[in-house]
């Protein structure tokens, strides 16, 4: 009994995490469209899009706004990620983040 609870913990928060990576990588893609023009690869929109995650939910619960559900988490992400590489944008002159050679 106690094996089938733990077993159904780790699942249940591995199926987190699985969440959390595709929810960033697809507003860490959007995001990296929207402000640099498709830079960042597979991994960078991922982690980006989680940083955002975390820097949206931030500016979110200091201004006292609460979300919950998959479509709000995607959009605060979203909106984090946006706001990420603005900053970034603006902090390293305009270079951005990544810089992805364009194929021959």
Same mark, same amino acid.
């Given at each position: 009994?106690? #094996?089938?609870? &733990?077993? !159904?913990?780790?699942?249940? #928060?591995? $199926?987190? /995490?699985?969440? $959390?990576?595709?929810? @960033?990588?697809? !507003?860490?893609?959007?995001?990296? =469209? ?15 899009? %989680? ?10 619960? !200091?201004?006292? %706004?609460?979300?919950? @559900?998959?479509? /709000?988490?995607? &959009? #605060?992400?979203?909106?984090? !990620? %946006?706001?990420?590489?603005?900053? &970034? +944008?603006?902090?390293? @002159?305009? =270079? @951005?983040?990544?810089? +992805?050679?364009? #194929? &021959?």
């Amino acid at each position: 009994m106690v #094996t089938g609870f &733990v077993l !159904a913990s780790v699942l249940g #928060t591995l $199926w987190a /995490w699985i969440v $959390w990576i595709i929810i @960033g990588g697809l !507003a860490g893609a959007i995001a990296d =469209r929207l402000v640099q023009g498709d830079q960042l690869g597979i991994l960078g929109n991922i982690i980006v899009g %989680i940083i955002g995650g975390l820097l949206g939910g931030a500016i979110l619960g !200091a201004l006292g %706004i609460s979300v919950s @559900g998959i479509f /709000w988490t995607f &959009v #605060t992400a979203l909106l984090g !990620a %946006i706001i990420l590489l603005v900053i &970034v +944008k603006a902090v390293t @002159g305009g =270079r @951005g983040l990544g810089g +992805k050679r364009p #194929t &021959v």
